[in-house]
């Protein structure tokens, strides 16, 4: 007898059955979820800090001369090292005293309404699982080396923190084709924006960082790289499963507050008291 037939499955079940990485089904938040100091220690195994060591030696060696300023600053603001994978808490704890941001810990991708929430309470959601030995090269959903090391460096930087805590609270009330908008917008800077600094063109975006075909491509002559604008960046369409042929170059990072504020405004995204 197959006692477990009337059990209820739940939809990472059905997933599996049906060949679908549960990582890559987006889920909604239930119960509490833990944030800053309540988030508990995951027990690492020593697989688990080599996977992480691989990605991070990887990426590091790759950082000089691609990586911004901002994002090597954060890198070492956050104490991150090859030997282990960072806790939660500690990074929460450097983010919270460099610009007021928390990481809450969350079991994997969310649906959006969930991810815009935590955003828009300046708080970062991460997972603290790291993808397996086989997957070091592409993994189909974010795990912790994406979320900590492509991230969270780039919310120590206050204008980046700022602007994506308004992108949080505009996406809370975005609807049709600015739902749209914010998606190109988010793709374009925080996970794949470039920046103009004083010795050339620098990466800061999450997507680039953690990957290193997309570190090496992005800022290679395969790449068409054209200046930032809000108007240019939500006509772009882009797509997710290859390494990105059109990206977009930042002056400075204040231009991605004072761009939004403005565009967010006129679309009645964000009232003119903005961090009530
Ligand atoms: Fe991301």
């Given at each position: 007898?197959?006692?477990?037939?009337?059990?209820?499955?739940?939809?990472?079940?059905?997933?599996?059955?049906?060949?679908?990485?549960?990582?890559?089904?987006?889920?909604?938040?239930?119960?509490?979820?833990?944030?800053?100091?309540?988030?508990?220690?995951?027990?690492?195994?020593?697989?688990?800090?080599?996977?992480?060591?691989?990605?991070?030696?990887?990426?590091?060696?790759?950082?000089?001369?691609?990586?911004?300023?901002?994002?090597?600053?954060?890198?070492?603001?956050?104490?991150?090292?090859?030997?282990?994978?960072?806790?939660?808490?500690?990074l929460?704890?450097?983010?919270?005293?460099?610009?007021?941001?928390?990481?809450?810990?969350?079991?994997?991708?969310?649906?959006?309404?969930?991810?815009?929430?935590?955003?828009?309470?300046?708080?970062?959601?991460?997972?603290?699982?790291?993808?397996?030995?086989?997957?070091?090269?592409?993994?189909?959903?974010p795990?912790?080396?994406?979320?900590?090391?492509?991230?969270?460096?780039?919310l120590?930087?206050?204008?980046?923190?700022?602007?994506?805590?308004?992108?949080?609270?505009?996406?809370?009330?975005?609807?049709?084709?600015?739902?749209?908008?914010?998606?190109?917008?988010?793709?374009?800077?925080?996970?794949?924006?470039?920046?103009?600094?004083?010795?050339?063109?620098?990466?800061?975006?999450?997507?680039?960082?953690?990957?290193?075909?997309?570190?090496t491509h992005?800022l290679?002559?395969?790449?068409?790289?054209?200046?930032?604008?809000?108007?240019?960046v939500?006509?772009?369409?882009?797509?997710?499963?290859?390494v990105?042929?059109?990206?977009?170059?930042?002056?400075?990072?204040?231009q991605?507050?004072e761009?939004?504020?403005?565009w967010?405004?006129?679309?009645?995204?964000?009232?003119?008291?903005?961090?009530?």
């Amino acid at each position: 007898m197959d006692t477990n037939a009337s059990q209820p499955r739940s939809a990472y079940d059905k997933a599996a059955e049906q060949g679908v990485d549960p990582r890559c089904i987006p889920q909604y938040l239930t119960g509490h979820t833990p944030v800053g100091s309540e988030i508990e220690a995951p027990r690492y195994t020593a697989e688990m800090h080599a996977n992480w060591k691989v990605l991070f030696d990887r990426q590091k060696e790759l950082l000089p001369g691609r990586a911004g300023e901002a994002f090597l600053q954060g890198i070492d603001l956050l104490e991150m090292t090859p030997d282990r994978i960072p806790l939660l808490r500690d990074l929460s704890s450097v983010m919270e005293r460099e610009t007021g941001w928390r990481v809450a810990r969350i079991p994997g991708l969310l649906h959006e309404q969930d991810f815009f929430r935590l955003i828009s309470e300046r708080t970062f959601p991460s997972t603290d699982y790291i993808r397996e030995a086989h997957e070091l090269d592409y993994t189909p959903a974010p795990d912790c080396f994406h979320d900590m090391f492509g991230h969270m460096p780039m919310l120590t930087e206050p204008a980046v923190a700022d602007f994506y805590h308004l992108f949080g609270r505009a996406a809370l009330l975005a609807r049709g084709a600015q739902r749209t908008a914010l998606e190109r917008l988010h793709w374009f800077t925080i996970e794949f924006g470039l920046i103009r600094e004083s010795r050339g063109l620098r990466v800061f975006g999450a997507g680039i960082m953690s990957s290193s075909n997309e570190l090496t491509h992005s800022l290679s002559d395969d790449v068409e790289v054209q200046p930032f604008s809000i108007e240019a960046v939500t006509a772009q369409e882009y797509e997710v499963w290859h390494v990105q042929p059109i990206l977009f170059a930042l002056e400075e990072f204040r231009q991605l507050v004072e761009d939004f504020t403005a565009w967010a405004r006129s679309e009645r995204l964000i009232s003119d008291r903005v961090f009530v």
